[in-house]
């Protein structure tokens, strides 16, 4: 049967969702200067392509670390790994997969964070598991579990779940597999994701089938192979239809079970996955031993090339002695005998490894049992001779103990006190922003709608009135001229007073919602000349965004761009939105190519513009990053959870 599917993370930042329409991907591209959006959008583009052009994707995927190279960012350079190493494993090329995952890893180590941390261990520790060293496996995605249980990261704590039920099932211990595969299956059914859903369904039939029950994971294979259709995800179909060949296998249903696994390896020759057709290559192998077809030894002789050139040691001991039984049975005994040193040799060579390291661990316990007992010996002579000495010296540090742990309780206690006084105080903050930010919206809408209704509509009547005396009137040419240029004059001054309201509260932003006030504002920004701005919207246009932190969100590029044009001396100014509902966030985006700034002059608390954004980013729980230098413009990131 099948190894566990493992689950790798993609840890590719603000990277857009692959179902994007690949036409309006193109687009883009097309429009894409050299920067880091440009990155992102090459990683985007190849993961929308990847199923059906994986070489495509590779190409785009390197065009995007060259370019991250270019630019010095460090973070685009990572995401290299993650996506590139997709594209491997369904290649059987782990070795090459584990190399990339492992320089990731070390980038991450110098800049991410711990959900990024969290994602470089796990891709490591499948790598790993893939090539069938579960001790290593085990290391990183404990390492992994770590940091996501530090940020409370559930659909990660899900993957390391299934990843080590996967490591269960390989030790021989499917009662607590299936425990983690159960746990899995919870946190995915919670997270209402059906693609984690199907993850965690996979790695639970695979529990079932080690404990003998072929009828309920036959029923979970159908659930895979119904959601694989519907995210039109391959991977879940060749799960499907593998995991499917076994259950039948098992339930001595020979048909249906060949019938299977011949499907998954057609389909896997398509798709280029060889680890899905050794795979069906060993159960097909197994399922005519069984009834004594000859034909047998053609699947045995595939499985075992593609095992080869994967490097799956475990599989490629299983397939010969496959081939020593199979070829004894019709009587080719030097074959027979042949394999089956093949696979003494390599049950040795990895019992051999499982036995330095057992030995090893028994040395070094030995040796430090015999300290102990040196120690011990050392100890019990000493304390015959100064038994006084011992009481008094005992009776000291148990008096500095009892001291040392009132103390250290003491101060523990205080630091709690502390801990809650400034969760507190953080709390009272946030209420306060969210008071004034929620007051100062109000009075805005407040001020907007008087000068819209009240003095728009008195500077319209007065502007009426003069019309109709204009034409009761007998003037001077002179006095004509100027009574013009006073009808002019009312006209700017109605235009400036609707300018005005309109920037206190857009009636596009409450009408039509984000993604067309920003785009209108952009608009208006670009056509009055005072910056060149462009606008990008990527998967807004069916995004659920509530009204309130629409408006906080408006009003910090609102903020941002008005910056820029009164501080960067910029010529262009690019703005970005981007809505994931996958990852359920809003990722804001304001560049530009202005003279640029330290960043080291933020923490200076003079710049009420600046601390206007910080505290409506602050409101929203969301996060804020700023890369800038003298004279290379200015890129301001926020993500903003929905």
């Known amino acids: 049967m099948k190894k566990l599917t493992l689950i790798l993370l993609l840890c590719t930042g603000h990277i857009l969702s692959p179902a994007q329409n690949i036409d309006s991907l193109q687009g883009l591209l097309l429009k894409a200067g050299k920067d880091t959006n440009a990155v992102l959008l090459y990683y985007t583009y190849g993961r929308a392509i990847e199923d059906e052009q994986p070489d495509s994707a590779v190409h785009y995927y390197k065009k995007a670390r060259q370019l991250s190279e270019d630019l010095g960012y460090r973070k685009g350079i990572a995401y290299f790994a993650s996506n590139y190493i997709v594209v491997l494993n369904r290649r059987g090329q782990f070795r090459e997969a584990l190399t990339v ?3 990731a890893l070390e980038l991450y180590k110098e800049i991410g964070d711990d959900y990024e941390l969290a994602t470089a261990y796990i891709n490591v520790g499948n790598e790993w598991h893939y090539l069938s060293d579960y001790a290593q496996a085990a290391e990183y995605y404990l390492l992994s579990k770590k940091h996501a249980e530090k940020i409370n990261h559930r659909s990660t704590l899900r993957r390391l779940n299934n990843n080590l039920a996967a490591v269960f099932f390989d030790l021989n211990d499917y009662e607590k597999g299936r425990q ?7 946190l995915a059914t919670e997270l209402k994701d059906d693609f984690a859903v199907a993850s965690s369904q996979f790695n639970l039939a695979s529990a079932f089938m080690h404990l003998k029950q072929p009828e309920k994971a036959l029923e979970l294979y159908e659930n895979i192979e119904r959601v694989g259709h519907q995210i039109n995800d391959y991977t879940f179909l060749l ?9 039948y296998a098992a339930m ?3 048909p249906q079970a060949r019938s299977y696994f011949e499907k998954t390896i057609a389909f896997a020759k398509e798709k280029e996955a060889p680890e899905y057709e050794m795979y069906a290559h060993m159960g097909m192998a197994t399922l ?4 004594k077809d000859p034909t047998a030894g053609n699947y045995i002789q595939q499985g075992i090339a593609l095992a080869e050139k994967q490097g799956s040691r475990l599989e490629l001991k299983d397939l010969y002695l496959k081939a020593s039984l199979f070829n004894e049975s019709l009587g080719n005994l030097q074959k027979a005998l042949d394999y089956r040193k093949d696979f003494e040799i390599l049950n040795d060579s990895i019992i051999g490894e499982k036995s330095k390291t057992a030995v090893a661990n028994l040395e070094a316990k030995y040796e430090f049992e015999k300290k102990e007992a040196q120690i011990a010996l050392q100890q019990a002579q000493l304390k015959q001779k100064n038994i006084l000495n011992y009481i008094l010296i005992g009776g000291a540090a148990a008096l500095l103990i009892i001291s040392s742990l009132g103390y250290r309780n003491y101060r523990h206690r205080q630091r709690l ?3 809650r006084i400034d969760e507190l105080e953080t709390e009272k903050q946030l209420a306060a922003t969210e008071a004034i930010l929620k007051g100062e919206e109000q009075e805005r809408a407040r001020l907007a709608k008087d000068l819209h209704d009240g003095l728009g509509g008195m500077l319209s009547g007065i502007k009426y009135s003069f019309q109709n005396m204009k034409d ?12 013009e240029r006073s009808l002019d004059m009312l006209d700017s001054s109605i235009r400036e007073m609707r300018r005005v309201a309109h920037n206190m509260m857009p009636e596009m932003l409450v009408r039509y919602g984000l993604d067309i006030a920003l785009r209108e504002f952009c608009n208006e920004i670009d056509g009055s000349g005072a910056v060149h701005t462009r606008y990008q919207s990527i998967g807004m246009e069916n995004a659920i965004i509530e009204q309130t932190t629409a408006i906080a969100a ?4 609102q903020e941002l761009v008005n910056n820029t044009i009164r501080h960067a001396a910029a010529t262009q100014v690019l703005v970005q939105a981007h809505a994931s509902q996958q990852e359920n966030l809003l990722t804001l985006t304001v560049e530009d190519d202005g003279k640029g700034f330290d960043t080291a002059l933020l923490k200076q608390p003079d710049g009420m513009g600046w601390s206007n954004i910080k505290n409506r980013v602050d409101f929203l729980k969301g996060r804020l990053d700023v890369q800038s230098e003298p004279g290379k413009g200015v890129s301001v990131l926020i993500e903003i959870g929905l």
């Open 288 to 291: 005519l031993i069984k009834i």
């Open 101 to 103: 995952a492992e320089e």
């Open 252 to 254: 001595d249903s020979g």
């Open 417 to 419: 006190q502390q801990a």
């Open 472 to 483: 009761n009137l007998i003037l001077t040419p002179e006095n004509a001229q100027a009574f």
């Open 554 to 557: 408006y009003r910090i590029v």
């Open 180 to 186: 983690y595969a159960e746990a899995g299956l919870q």
């Open 239 to 247: 799960d499907a239809l593998l995991g499917k060949g076994d259950a």
